[in-house]
C-alpha cells in the first residue's frame, strides 16, 4: 500500500550524565540530531510548524534506560531506515547510543504493557534488607493495597493503590528487579518503587535503570486499514 510516509522507529540507550535530561530536552535532542541528520520530518501544519517526533514511553529524570524508543515521522519517498541510522549514529553525544532502527508505513504507535527497573546496589544487602525484599515480594502475589500519596493540582494529596501495577520482584545478591504493569490510567513512578523497596539514592552503586519495555503497536494507514501487533 502506497503511503505518503511513512514511521521511523529508533531504539537507543541513554546513560550517565544525559539520564538527567527531562522528556523535553531529550525530544530536543533527537530533533536536532534528526535535523543535522537530513532525515525528511514531516511538519505540522500552521503558523508554527514542528515535527512529528514521539517519545511513547517518557522516561523519568535520573533514570537511565537500555530500552528508549523514538518515533518520527518521515517522508516516504526514497526513506532508507538503514541510512538514515548510519547518518544519526555519530551524531549522538556521548551517553546516547543508537542499536537498531525500523521504518514502518503510515502512522505507527506503540503503548507500553510493562516495564523493567534495574535497582543495583552499592553494598550486598544486610539480611534484613533481604527479608524487606522478600515481604515486597509476597506483596506482589498477593490483593492487600499498597497505597501512596502523590501530588496532584492544586497541591493536593491523592491517594494511589500501586499494587495493580506490580507484576514481578526478584533480588539476586546486588540486583533488584522490578516489573510493573503500565496501563491507560498510569503506573506506579520510580520514587514510589524506591520507597516501598526501602532504598535510598544513597544506597546505589548507579542511578535506576529501564532494562526492559514490553511494546504494543498499533500501524493506521492511509485508507483507514488498522493492524494490531
Known sequence: MQTE????????????????????????????????????????????????????????????????????????????????GEAIRPLLPDGCRLYAVEALPGKAAFYPMSVTYRFTLAAAPARHRQNHFDACKLQTQAHEPVVFSRSAKNNRQQRVDIRPFLEELSHTGRVVQMRCAVRPEGTVRVDELMSWLGLERDDLAEPVRRCAVRWVSETKFWKGQNTLS
Open 5 to 84: 510516509y511513512v514511521t521511523f522507529i529508533a531504539d537507543f540507550k541513554i546513560e550517565d550524565r544525559l539520564a538527567y535530561l527531562s522528556h523535553q530536552e531529550t525530544l530536543t535532542l533527537w530533533r536536532r540530531v534528526l535535523v543535522r541528520g537530513q532525515v525528511p520530518l514531516v511538519y505540522s501544519q500552521g503558523f508554527n510548524p514542528h515535527p512529528h517526533i514521539a517519545l511513547p514511553l517518557p522516561r523519568s529524570v535520573g533514570v537511565q534506560s537500555d530500552c528508549e524508543r523514538l518515533c518520527a515521522r518521515v517522508a516516504a519517498a526514497g526513506f532508507c531506515a538503514r541510512a538514515a
